[in-house]
């Protein structure tokens, strides 16, 4: 696949350290990637930040714009959200009309501050089964990323942590898993957006081992002898 024909990608609260580290190596992947806020004062910030973050490591030119969310998610095929889980919601119901048809990349974890290191799981079993039903049938929602720490994503190397992939669509799981090599990572069919439970699960249990052991953990997929 050429450079042209690679899908728009839109990250949604796309400012913080996961949005932007995600945007540095899908840029640097060469897609054409929007950052999306709730305000373009934060999204301009962002890409000039990212514009500045490439040409010290040498990358030439990429292809990165700012937007607000609504304007963000309509203008790209492809659509990631990296909000809060506090905010998901009320992101998720601003752009529902403009995801019809299209896969999101659901990276919300649902920590209830102060206690993150404890699992909560929302009453509907995980963010991403809120953000499925919220959107309905008609959104490919798949849920990634939960497990990467920020940190690594923003640093240059590949990143040595492999990614859970869970949705209902399989040709939508596989259009993320290619997202995530992009990303210099593993991805790994993980079966149902119901299976996101675990994924987001275990980002507790990670916060608990950074903690502990002063690192910034990830998990890793044995015994499938190089096989995806």
């Known amino acids: 696949m050429t450079t042209d024909n690679l899908p728009v990608l839109a990250i949604l609260g796309g400012t913080g350290d996961?949005?932007?580290?995600?945007?540095?190596?899908?840029t640097q992947a060469g897609y054409r990637v929007i950052i999306g806020s709730r305000t373009q004062e934060k999204a301009e910030a962002a890409v000039?930040?990212?514009?500045?973050?490439m040409a010290?490591?040498?990358v030439g030119e990429v292809t990165v714009a700012a937007m607000e969310n609504l304007a963000a998610a309509q203008a790209a095929d492809i659509v990631a959200i990296t909000v809060p889980f506090s905010h998901q919601a009320s992101t998720l119901e601003l752009v529902r009309?403009?995801?019809?048809?299209?896969?999101?990349?659901?990276?919300?974890?649902?920590?209830?501050?102060?206690?993150?290191?404890?699992?909560?799981?929302?009453?509907?079993?995980?963010?991403?089964q809120i953000a499925q039903e919220l959107l309905g049938?008609?959104?490919a929602v798949v849920s990634a990323f939960q497990n990467v720490a920020a940190a690594h994503l923003q640093e240059g190397d590949a990143v040595e942590c492999d990614v859970l992939v869970c949705g209902n669509k399989k040709d939508a799981r596989q259009a993320?898993?290619?997202?995530?090599?992009?990303?210099?990572?593993?991805?790994?069919?993980?079966?149902?957006?119901?299976?996101?439970?675990?994924?987001e699960a275990l980002t507790s249990v990670l916060i608990v081992i950074n903690k502990q052991y002063d690192c910034h953990a990830g998990i890793k997929i044995t015994g499938l002898d190089g096989q995806h």
């Open 18 to 26: 996961l949005g932007t580290g995600l945007a540095r190596r899908w």
């Open 48 to 53: 000039a930040d990212l514009r500045e973050v």
């Open 56 to 58: 010290e490591r040498g």
């Open 97 to 128: 009309d403009a995801l019809e048809g299209k896969v999101l990349i659901d990276v919300t974890v649902p920590l209830v501050p102060p206690k993150v290191g404890r699992v909560q799981l929302p009453e509907q079993g995980s963010a991403g």
């Open 137 to 139: 049938d008609g959104v």
């Open 176 to 199: 993320v898993i290619e997202l995530v090599e992009a990303a210099g990572m593993r991805g790994y069919h993980a079966g149902m957006i119901n299976n996101a439970a675990a994924a």
